[in-house]
């Protein structure tokens, strides 16, 4: 069983930074694809950015390129988001998640655990 515990969100102006962090439980963290997610009120929940079981592969949404940034640090066992440059239109309960599977995932469906949300308000 995977835990995952999200931190670090929270209220900002547009042009602001947030770094979300999940901390995962686990002695295998290592091999785990990641992935964040952001749901909004009345919308999908959709892939922001994901990690591959490797560690050699990122993916970004469109809407989000050149603005946020994920990372791991598999001596923590957490993995991040950092968010640049942040707008109204980011405003959502953003989501880590995790599988065991090896490879890179963009579908909810794909992941296996799931951490509780954390909400990004982004003001403008």
């Known amino acids: 069983q995977v835990q995952l515990v999200e931190s670090g969100g929270g209220l900002v102006q547009a042009g602001g930074s947030l770094r979300l962090s999940c901390a995962a439980s686990?002695?295998?963290?290592?091999?785990?694809?990641m992935g964040w997610f952001r749901q909004a009120p009345g919308k999908e929940r959709t892939i922001v950015a994901a990690?591959?079981?490797?560690?050699?592969?990122?993916y970004y949404a469109d809407s989000v390129k050149g603005r946020f940034t994920i990372s791991k640090d598999n001596a923590e066992n957490t993995v991040y988001l950092q968010m640049n440059n942040l707008k109204p239109e980011d405003t959502a309960v953003y989501y880590c998640?995790?599988?065991?599977?090896?490879?890179?995932?963009?579908?909810?469906?794909?992941?296996?655990?799931w951490g509780q949300g954390t909400q990004v308000t982004v003001s403008s």
């Open positions: 998640a995790a599988t065991t599977t090896r490879g890179i995932y963009l579908y909810a469906a794909n992941y296996d655990y």
């Open positions: 686990g002695r295998t963290f290592n091999s785990y694809a």
């Open positions: 990690f591959s079981s490797s560690g050699d592969n990122t």
